[in-house]
């Protein structure tokens, strides 16, 4: 079996994926399209301009030579704070190429977050875009110990790009193996200081057969369209390592997602391939009154970050005639392991376990739970994190004899699709029963005045929880004391007796992650300090 190579075993099934002895995956993903004939197809598009197979191998062996010509080591962490444009591409797997150890950051974050991350890391440089300038100098000045090689992308005398240009474009591999450490990604920490996964080699091939080929079913001529961002776990499969994996072409968009800057690149670029977020799916449906793409080359639109109420997925159809491939993954798991498939959707579930993925729920002894009950779901599969950078005691926690416990929440029924019942710690039991938050959102957002809805529990008078909704309407549609009672009502009608909000709260818009996950501890905490603006009998 030849250097850095990846067989696939198509007799077994799923497929088993075999990996020489050494292993860098930065061959696979890039210079192997130059020795099947793809140096001229284009790789990368965007507003900027196109980039082919051989422009990015050129440019990811110039960023290589030119990580280790400023003294970066096998090993050493580059962090990354850097938009989606080719120049992520070429940082990222330059790096991987060298043997460092790229780090891509959420770019939305403050100078506090970025200064915790260069210290966490210890990182041996920093690599931003210019758009995030005032974030992250502050964040460098700060730290304790700062990296000792700061590089802005492009604008400045001594830029990534400027420097880049004189770099060769040869490289050698540095040579790897399969389960060596590869990069790291942060979790979005929405609940506590975040935590490094640590990838492997192996981890983004893993991914990329596993959900993008073998259940997706990308191929060659796919064009691949992310609203994540590629700091994003999700995102970074979606629009970099899947597309590469086949050798198809990725959109690319540096601006924040949305209607303003989404659907002239749709309408440009004509995707095949589109990747969301509930929310965004959610936003999109409001705005279809007003300006609809022409979504007719997409084939499959693909959905994770939080569970995709049945509700959005029946009014995406009827506006689109698409269907949503709703899915779970995570960052420690790298991308989805439970899905939703092409033919085979069931509307309200996360769908079945990928090929190559195993999944267990458990009760609070630790014991497997019937069909229908809820329990802790737990993962195993090859493209698991191997621990948490510096946080030993959490790995311990989290990452036990092969298995992910993934924090959340779920159920399965017999015919093997997994229900998202919340995240662990958002669960609450009202009248002594388990009650899952994420079934009360989904019987809200059924009604017609409703785009997005949270749920979490507060406590009454008797010190006793219930449930407590925060709800954002339609356009044009105002809240009042009216509304909130026919919502009531409405759960009662479709719920368990006990299940139904007892405070209905009209907001804006709920607090989320840059990920799109919404912040229920935001409102928990909003829930002890600000009275309900409307109450239920």
Request: proline share 5%.
């Amino acid at each position: 079996m030849q250097s850095h190579t990846v067989e696939i075993d198509a007799s077994e099934h799923p497929p088993r994926l075999r990996f020489s002895a050494d292993f860098n995956v930065a061959v696979p993903f890039i210079d192997r399209h130059i020795a099947e004939g793809r140096s001229a197809k284009i790789a990368i598009r965007s507003v900027d301009g196109d980039v082919t197979y051989a422009d990015l191998a050129a440019n990811v062996n110039r960023c290589a030579r030119l990580l280790l010509r400023l003294g970066l080591k096998r090993g050493d962490r580059m962090l990354m704070v850097v938009k989606d444009c080719p120049a992520f591409f070429y940082l990222f797997w330059g790096a991987i190429k060298a043997g460092i150890i790229p780090v891509p950051l959420n770019t939305l974050l403050r100078a506090t977050s970025y200064t915790y991350m260069i210290e966490d890391s210890g990182a041996a440089a920093l690599v931003y875009s210019p758009e995030f300038a005032e974030e992250v100098r502050p964040a460098i000045a700060g730290a304790a110990r700062a990296p000792q090689i700061v590089l802005c992308t492009e604008g400045e005398a001594n830029s990534f790009a400027s420097l880049i240009a004189d770099a060769g474009a040869q490289f050698e591999t540095v040579a790897t193996a399969a389960d060596d450490d590869c990069f790291w990604l942060y979790s979005s920490g929405s609940t506590g200081s975040p935590k490094a996964a640590v990838h492997r080699h192996r981890d983004m091939v893993v991914t990329s057969q596993r959900f993008g080929v073998e259940t997706l079913g990308i191929r060659e001529d796919d064009v691949f369209y992310s609203e994540a961002k590629l700091f994003f776990a999700y995102g970074l499969g979606n629009n970099l390592t899947f597309p590469l994996w086949v050798g198809a072409t990725a959109v690319l968009n540096g601006a924040r997602p949305g209607p303003a800057t989404s659907f002239p690149l749709i309408a440009q670029f004509r995707p095949t391939l589109y990747f969301g977020v509930p929310t965004l799916y959610a936003a999109y449906l409001q705005h279809f009154a007003t300006e609809k793409p022409d979504l007719s080359s997409v084939r499959h639109c693909v959905s994770a970050g939080e569970a995709l109420p049945a509700e959005i997925l029946r009014r995406w159809h009827e506006e689109t005639g698409l269907w949503i491939l709703d899915g779970i993954g995570s960052t420690e798991a790298l991308h989805i392991f439970i899905s939703n498939a092409p033919g085979d959707i069931r509307p309200g579930s996360s769908g079945r376990v990928v090929p190559g993925y195993t999944a267990r729920i458990l009760d609070e002894r630790g014991a497997e739970v019937a069909d229908g009950d809820s329990g802790q779901l737990l993962i195993s599969g090859d493209s698991t994190a191997r621990c948490y950078w510096n946080n030993a005691e959490r790995t311990a926690r989290t990452m036990v004899d092969g298995w992910l416990n993934t924090g959340d929440t779920y159920r399965r029924d017999a015919e093997g699709y997994y229900y998202y019942c919340g995240r662990s710690d958002d669960m609450m039991k009202v009248g002594g029963i388990w009650c899952s938050p994420f079934e009360i959102e989904s019987r809200l957002v059924e009604h017609p005045a409703v785009v997005e809805a949270a749920v979490v529990g507060r406590a009454d008078r008797e010190d006793l929880v219930k449930p407590e909704a925060f709800v954002v309407l339609r356009q044009g549609q105002a809240g009042s004391a009216g509304l909130a009672a026919e919502l009531v009502d409405f759960c009662r009608k479709g719920l368990a007796p006990y299940k139904y909000p007892r405070q209905i709260n009209f907001v804006a818009e709920l607090p989320k992650t840059a990920t799109g996950k919404i912040q229920r501890f935001v409102l928990r905490s909003a829930c002890k300090d600000e009275p309900s603006t409307f109450g239920a009998p």
